[in-house]
């Protein structure tokens, strides 16, 4: 199972992205998908979740700017992030808990990360 994040770059302060993140390879199911961030010099931070009915939670620091949501058909899973502040830099990474053939428990994939600057 392989994920693959991308949307990240360069945008100015009360700004716009959308990041992206799809799976690849075999599996029976995902649950769990989420968004995390790690800023230079500081630990890797929680962003948002949502869960396979489509249940969210956010971080306090998001609430109200960014968006997650998930289209279960492309394995795929998004985070609209507006009015954005400089410190919203940081590279932004997608985990999946995903459920493979023949597994019984589920097991927890990351993404690679994709930068997202913002210039004040």
């Known amino acids: 199972v392989q994920l693959q994040a991308s949307g990240g770059g360069l945008v100015q302060a009360g700004g716009s992205l959308r990041l992206s993140c799809a799976a690849s390879g075999r599996f029976f199911a995902i649950n769990t998908m989420g968004w995390y961030r790690q800023a230079p010099g500081k630990q890797r931070e929680y962003v948002a979740t949502i869960t396979s009915s489509d249940s969210t939670n956010y971080a306090d620091s998001v609430k109200g700017r960014f968006t997650i949501s998930r289209d279960n058909a492309k394995n795929t899973l998004y985070l609209q992030m507006n009015s954005l502040k400089p410190e919203d830099t940081a590279v932004y990474y997608c985990?999946?808990?995903?459920?493979?053939?023949?597994?019984?428990?589920?097991?927890?994939?990351w993404g690679q990360g994709t930068l997202v600057t913002v210039s004040s």
């Open positions: 985990k999946f808990s995903v459920l493979r053939y023949g597994y019984h428990d589920y097991v927890e994939y």
